[in-house]
Nanobody
């Protein structure tokens, strides 16, 4: 079983910065990829950034050039550095850890951390 815990959310003014952290424990050392989603509208979550072995990263178009994801394998931790924050970045951010691929892929989620950007 994998446990995922986020931290680092909070309130910041537009143009400011925050850094989110996500620590994974359990069998997370075999993680295929890790990353961040945010709740968005409707019933689905939107990908913000993800990081795989390599490291290979990908970002939502809306955060490219402003957000940076990084990974500390020794600590099973990932970070999301968020710069030049905008009010539209306000959301609950969820960290995920994925293990395996195809039909054996399992995704574990944290409980989320609130990011609020004031105008």
């Amino acid at each position: 079983q994998v446990q995922v815990a986020e931290s680092g959310g909070g309130l910041v003014q537009a143009g400011g910065s925050l850094r989110l952290s996500c620590v994974a424990s359990g069998s997370s050392s075999s993680a295929t990829d890790m990353g961040w989603y945010r709740q968005g509208t409707g019933n689905h979550r939107d990908l913000v950034a993800a990081i795989r072995h390599g490291p290979a990263t990908n970002y939502a178009d809306s955060v490219k050039g402003r957000f940076a994801i990084s990974r500390d394998n020794a600590e099973n931790t990932i970070y999301l550095q968020m710069n030049s924050l905008k009010p539209e970045d306000t959301d609950v951010y969820y960290c995920y850890v994925a293990i395996g691929s195809g039909i054996q892929r399992r995704v574990y989620w944290g409980q989320g951390t609130q990011v609020t950007v004031s105008s």
